[in-house]
């Protein structure tokens, strides 16, 4: 499955953003997805993951309780729901898919291009 994440751009500290990553191929159910965010200078680190079945959600502890992860099969796309957003959130967003339930990267196969969220304080 290839994937193209949008909906990046730039906003003030404590607003919002929807993140959408579309996928191609007829397989795009079958598959957990996942975001990550790689900071300037920093290492990617993951962000949020949703079953196949959109039944179960995980969230990293810096975003639990901001961000929500939501999935439409039907139309081949993942969302992530960022709310009260925080400059240290600004980063460049990933989505990437995987046939495990994992929060590691390296178990993800397929990864879109990224969209940059900058939040200025």
């Known amino acids: 499955v290839q994937l193209q994440a949008s909906g990046g751009g730039l906003v003030q500290a404590g607003g919002s953003l929807r993140l959408s990553c579309a996928g191609s191929?007829?397989?795009?159910?079958?598959?957990?997805m996942g975001w990550f965010r790689q900071a300037p200078g920093k290492e990617r680190e993951f962000v949020g993951a949703i079953s196949w079945t959109a039944i179960n959600t995980r969230y990293a502890d810096s975003v639990k309780g901001r961000f929500t992860i939501s999935r439409d099969n039907d139309k081949n796309t993942v969302y992530l729901r960022l709310n009260s957003l925080k400059p240290e959130d600004t980063a460049v967003y990933y989505c990437a898919s995987s046939t495990r339930w994992s929060i590691l990267s390296d178990d993800y196969g397929n990864w879109g291009q990224g969209t940059l969220v900058t939040v200025s304080s």
């Open positions: 191929g007829q397989t795009f159910g079958d598959y957990n």
